[in-house]
T-cell receptor
Framework: QKEVEQNSGPLSVPEGAIASLNCTYS??????FFWYRQYSGKSPELIMF????GDKEDGRFTAQLNKASQYVSLLIRDSQPSDSATYLC??????????FGAGTILRVKS | EAQVTQNPRYLITVTGKKLTVTCSQN?????MSWYRQDPGLGLRQIYY???????DKGDVPEGYKVSRKEKRNFPLILESPSPNQTSLYFC????????????FGEGSRLTVL
């Protein structure tokens, strides 16, 4: 089992819809969770982090964490074509080791 | 402007010819790390450094060396590159204690023939 798993996609949503991206992790002791966005040909950039169970909102983005079920998700409301990118989930496992998922490709169709 | 700078951005080399990819950050970050990104495999950590003179192996350190003599610089050295090291390389940095809140460089695309 991979330490951090994501559906590779692509996930296609129409403009204005909610995009839901999911990530599961294997280490029950993980405490820190991150979402990065990577445009084609560019470097990853941090868009959200969450440390506590529940929801964390920042503009159109909401990160959701459920430690009991070992999943973290990212919701993008009112999706725009500019949100089309690969979204990488990253989790601190076994202490300070940061492990990335392989990423989910999101396509927002106008 | 806060940034992580990598050089070269693109490089084509031949098997066995030593090369160094430089990485420099201007944010006074303690933590620096190197990743390689390959299709379907995501970002995999090569080496990381918690501070000056402190380095440690990541998940895929074979064939690579690093050094951290100054806080701002963290070069990646390929002593004898092989074709399986053809990849996209990213350097990243963060404040100590926030090793998941990374700032990435623009990436270095390396091809080893």
């Amino acid at each position: 089992q991979k330490e951090v798993e994501q559906n590779s996609g692509p996930l296609s949503v129409p403009e204005g819809a909610i995009a839901s991206l999911n990530c599961t992790y294997s280490d029950r002791g993980s405490q820190s969770f991150f979402w990065y966005r990577q445009y084609s040909g560019k470097s990853p950039e941090l868009i959200m982090f969450i440390y506590s169970n529940g929801d964390k909102e920042d503009g159109r983005f909401t990160a959701q964490l459920n430690k009991a079920s070992q999943y973290v998700s990212l919701l993008i409301r009112d999706s725009q074509p500019s949100d089309s990118a690969t979204y990488l989930c990253a989790v601190n496992v076994y202490g300070n080791k940061l492990v990335f998922g392989a990423g989910t490709i999101l396509r927002v169709k106008s | 402007e806060a940034q992580v700078t990598q050089n070269p951005r693109y490089l084509i080399t031949v098997t066995g010819k030593k090369l160094t990819v430089t990485c420099s950050q201007n944010m006074n970050h303690e933590y620096m790390s190197w990743y390689r990104q390959d299709p379907g495999l995501g970002l995999r950590q090569i080496y990381y450094s918690m501070n000056v003179e402190v380095t440690d192996k990541g998940d895929v350190p074979e064939g690579y060396k690093v050094s951290r003599k100054e806080k701002r610089n963290f070069p990646l050295i390929l002593e004898s590159p092989s074709p399986n090291q053809t990849s996209l390389y990213f350097c990243a940095s963060s404040l100590a204690g926030s090793t998941g809140e990374l700032f990435f460089g623009e990436g270095s695309r390396l091809t080893v023939l």
